[in-house]
């Protein structure tokens, strides 16, 4: 690391002493055209001349690589500018830009963007391949919120498995076994220049049979999964945006609303939250990439400081979870229209949906902060109080300040209002320094835990004075 931070770290130093001698007015903007002028024409042929001078002259002047460039370059470039001059109808000048940017690309990684098309064609077919056999198994309308999911436990699997080095190495910096156990994968041979492995690799340098071969390989899976499952995957897919069946009605559903307004909301929420396939993803993707820090802490487990941080980030998140579900189920209300027209007690029902929300963080809380118990009881207790506090926090913000908006707006609801969604993190972070301070046992964690209600208690808004859903 100190090797990697010894060459780049002067790069970025001057690239900041630059712009910060123009900010304070050391060097005028007009100026910088005369060091444009010095570094292109006097500093930068110097360093090439410096390091080429360095080097043999045979290892700069390769005659066959440079003769093959030349000619492959100007074929290039002739074929460009007649395709553009005589297909395209451009002018000389146009003609001339166009051939230079087929002729001047990135030769190095030539093979690259073949590859890239090959490898989303492969994954289109897998994908369409998964998809009917989802189709197959738990119908169409199931398959499209079971699909949602999938994808965010796999993009969140991705992040994990990135992330796999830090989570494992030790306190010393000694390889873990994942790690040496992909040192012997390479020194093994698996990955030699000879090996079908490496072939993804030649073939984004631009190895030509290798290419040819991931190509031709793309183009027929995806072309036999395409003539073979395209017809019924269009069906199924129709179905799936559209359900066909009628709701069967069940006997006796009207005692459900015989126990009472509020159970029966609370009910209902529940069922539309479990429904809402875009949300479920959402949270599983909290849930997910709280597992390196669950990581970390269990590592840490003798350090007070790694429970205290560990204890924060969970009620962050409890936060989090509860103002995601509050939203939904009272800012993005399916049928306000009817609800505000409803014969009930609007405050009754705003509790109910309170509840509703408060429900589910609570129960994922408390799965995390079972981990918690093994390592204190007394620091379990004290997450639950501090995940209470900033779930009922936040959902109680998103009942003062609800605003009719649709479920489909769920990852750009925090983007309506800026103030509103820095004071959540406020007191979400309020909540979370207070419980790391109760942890290590710090009587200043009443501090950010008044900071926290009194922001919150500032957004409180009368209920003739909140915007009424239409």
Not at 32 to 55: D, E, H, I, S, W
Not at 177 to 198: C, D, P, R
Not at 199 to 213: F, N, S
């Amino acid at each position: 690391m100190l090797d990697i931070l010894a060459i780049t770290s002067p790069i970025y130093i001057i690239i900041f002493l630059g712009y910060l001698f123009t900010r304070i007015g050391v060097f005028a903007k007009v100026e910088m055209r005369v060091f444009g002028k010095f570094v292109l024409n006097l500093a930068l042929p110097a360093l090439l001349f410096k390091t080429l001078a360095q080097r043999q002259l045979g290892e700069i002047i390769n005659a066959s690589y440079l003769l093959a460039y030349l000619l492959g370059s100007l074929l290039v470039i002739g074929v460009g500018f007649v395709w553009a001059r005589r297909v395209n109808g451009l002018d000389t000048t146009a003609s001339t830009f166009q051939a230079m940017g087929m002729a001047c690309s990135n030769s190095g990684y030539v093979g690259y963007p073949i590859l890239l098309l090959t490898l989303a064609a492969v994954a289109t077919a897998c994908g369409i391949v998964l998809t009917m056999s989802l189709f197959a198994l738990i119908g169409p309308r199931r398959t499209r919120a079971v699909a949602q999911i999938l994808a965010a436990l796999v993009g969140a699997m991705m992040f994990i498995l990135s992330q796999a080095y830090n989570l494992t190495r030790s306190h010393d910096d000694r390889p873990s076994a994942i790690m040496n156990g992909v040192k012997q994968l390479s020194e093994s041979g698996a990955f030699s220049n000879h090996s079908l492995l490496t072939w993804p690799v030649q073939a984004i340098t631009g190895g030509l049979i290798p290419l040819a071969v991931i190509g031709l390989i793309g183009i027929v899976v995806v072309s036999v999964v395409i003539q073979l499952l395209a017809p019924r995957f269009a069906t199924n897919a129709a179905e799936a945006v559209g359900d066909r069946t009628q709701p069967n009605r069940l006997k006796g559903a009207d005692r459900d609303f015989a126990q009472g307004l509020t159970r029966s909301m609370v009910r209902k929420e529940l069922r539309l939250l479990s429904r809402d396939p875009q949300l479920i993803s959402q949270v599983l993707l909290r849930i997910l990439y709280l597992f390196p820090l669950g990581f970390v802490l269990f590592r840490n487990a003798d350090n007070i400081n790694g429970i205290a941080l560990g204890a924060a980030g969970l009620v962050v998140m409890s936060g989090q979870l509860a103002g995601s579900f509050a939203w939904v189920a009272l800012s993005a209300e399916d049928s306000p229209d009817l609800l505000q027209s409803a014969p009930i007690n609007r405050a009754v029902a705003d509790r109910a949906k309170l509840i509703a929300a408060l429900t589910p963080t609570l129960f994922l809380s408390l799965l995390a902060i079972a981990g918690f118990a093994f390592l204190s009881p007394v620091a379990a207790i004290v997450v639950f109080v501090g995940c209470l506090c900033s779930a009922s926090c936040s959902g109680l913000i998103q009942v003062w300040r609800q605003k009719p908006a649709n479920r489909k707006a769920f990852n750009q609801r925090q983007r309506s209002s800026f103030l509103l969604s820095l004071a959540e993190l406020i007191i979400q972070g309020g909540w979370g320094a207070a419980t790391a301070m109760a942890v290590r046992g710090w009587i200043w964690a009443i501090i950010p835990a008044i900071l926290a209600i009194g922001v919150t208690l500032l957004l409180r808004r009368a209920p003739d004075k909140r915007v009424t859903p239409v």
